[in-house]
């Protein structure tokens, strides 16, 4: 059973998985507490009603939230933490409120899932959770079959971004790196995938990308349900992004053999291993962004395939979604175990 926000495309897709879908009401970025009190409350009606084994969530309110209300209703919370958000990229008030909910929400939790050490190191040191809960997922798990590996063509560089088209991704830095090398690398294209995010505080404007279209800096792809041929066409993906839990976007490139740019933070990190398998560059840093783009694109074409490979190992050894499963499902034995007295 899965509990989200309507989505017409994902519920196509678990109807075909014949798995039921509950919608339920969502102001993901909304700071509102009587709506986020009516939130909990469905929550516990929900779950109340469902009476399920466990609870798994994912997102903020989702993982803040739906733990309070099972764990109200003697429910195992499992929740996942895939990334720390905007909240935690930016000081000040914001930040210090969700701390408090997280730690509230997550204290009778089991287990508590994170995609990088870095974070789960940080809510352990701010005492958000205790070190006997914290327990890191390799990602969100790749189907290596679905994302195979497709030949490396020579010729012009294509740089691909997949991700929301959010400030907080570094869709501005790749803009701007992008404007600084269409003279030094002629042919070269650079081009954004994925959806304009009016709900996040830090989304990119429409009047923007427009802006951005019509001087030729990018090509906007619009968005999609399957990245694969995207990424098979281009030459590198980038992802100049602020901080990840573990990005699935550098994740599913590096199942497809696709040599990587990133920046030097929490989760990029864990996935590019610089000079290996792709390159790493500052936060923030449109200048070091644009050197190591430019680094990528003056490579002969073997060393980029050779990196290429490097990539697809590394999903293949860390990163798998078999590996990912199989971690749910030893922890959920566990918890059920101990909740029947077993």
């Not at 926000?5 to 678990?14: A, C, I, N």
């Not at 409350?41 to 993982?63: D, F, M, S, V």
């Not at 060393?303 to 922890?331: I, P």
């Amino acid at each position: 059973m899965i509990i989200a926000p309507q989505d017409v495309g994902v519920e196509e897709r678990m109807r075909a998985l014949n798995v039921d879908r509950v919608p339920i009401r969502i102001d993901r970025s909304g700071i509102n507490p009587w709506s986020d009190l009516k939130l909990l409350a469905t929550y516990r009606q929900l779950l109340k009603r469902l009476r399920p084994a466990a609870y798994l969530g994912y997102t903020i309110k989702p993982n803040i939230y739906g733990s309070m209300a099972a764990a109200l209703l003697g429910i195992p919370a499992l929740p996942n933490v895939s990334g720390l958000g905007t909240a935690f990229i930016r000081n000040g008030l914001l930040q210090h409120v969700v701390t408090r909910l997280y730690r509230f929400g997550f204290r009778h939790a089991p287990v508590v899932f994170f995609q990088n050490a870095e974070d789960r190191d940080l809510f352990v040191s701010r005492r958000i959770v205790r070190p006997q809960q914290a327990r890191v997922l390799p990602g969100s798990g790749v189907d290596l079959d679905r994302f195979a590996p497709a030949p490396l063509t020579d010729g012009p560089a294509t740089f691909l971004f997949i991700g929301r088209l959010l400030r907080d991704k570094g869709v501005i830095e790749f803009v701007e790196a992008a404007r600084a090398l269409n003279d030094v690398l002629p042919g070269a294209r650079f081009q954004l995938l994925g959806p304009i995010d009016e709900g996040n505080r830090t989304s990119i404007r429409p009047a923007e990308l427009e802006q951005w279209m019509g001087q030729g800096a990018i090509e906007y792809l619009g968005t999609t349900d399957d990245v694969r041929p995207f990424i098979a066409a281009a030459t590198a993906v980038v992802l100049p992004s602020y901080r990840e839990g573990l990005p699935r976007s550098l994740l599913e490139a590096g199942a497809m053999g696709r040599p990587l740019i990133a920046t030097d933070v929490p989760g990029c990190r864990d996935v590019v291993v610089d000079g290996v398998n792709g390159y790493l560059c500052a936060v923030r840093d449109r200048f070091s962004l644009a050197a190591a783009i430019r680094r990528m694109a003056e490579l002969p074409h073997e060393r980029r395939v050779a990196m290429g490979e490097a990539a697809r190992r590394q999903v293949q050894d860390r990163f798998s979604e078999e590996l990912v499963v199989r971690t749910y499902l030893d922890v959920l034995r566990n918890v059920t175990a101990v909740q029947s007295g077993v």
